[in-house]
């Protein structure tokens, strides 16, 4: 099995910035795509920002001048950079990924728990 582990929100002031990680552990043969997502209180699920295995990255068109998706394959994390902060931030953010296992020939998709981000003064 694959657990993703997210860390790294908080409470934090508007115009402020976070920085969220997420670990990918267990029997690991490779991760494909990456991403993170993220929901508002009383909202649906939101997209932030995605990342392929070389790099390329989507984006929300409302996130893209303020976040930023970023990946380390030698230690299966991606991370997302969140700057200018504002109310409307706030929400738990979710990590997504397409791993394949050591046991199976195809990849599958996995989340993780979430890390709450509460931008407030």
């Known amino acids: 099995q694959v657990q993703l582990v997210e860390s790294g929100g908080g409470l934090v002031q508007p115009g402020g910035s976070l920085r969220l990680s997420c670990v990918a552990s267990?029997?690991?043969?490779?991760?494909?795509?990456m991403a993170w997502y993220r929901q508002a209180p009383g909202n649906q699920l939101e997209l932030v920002a995605t990342?392929?295995?070389?790099?390329?990255?989507t984006w929300a068109d409302s996130l893209k001048d303020r976040f930023t998706i970023s990946r380390d394959d030698a230690k299966n994390a991606v991370y997302l950079q969140s700057d200018s902060l504002t109310p409307e931030d706030t929400a738990v953010y979710y990590c997504h990924a397409i791993v394949r296992t050591w046991d199976r020939e195809t990849a599958s998709p996995y989340w993780g728990r979430g890390t709450r981000v509460t931008v407030s003064s």
């Open positions: 267990g029997h690991i043969s490779r991760i494909y795509h």
């Open positions: 990342i392929s295995t070389n790099g390329e990255t």
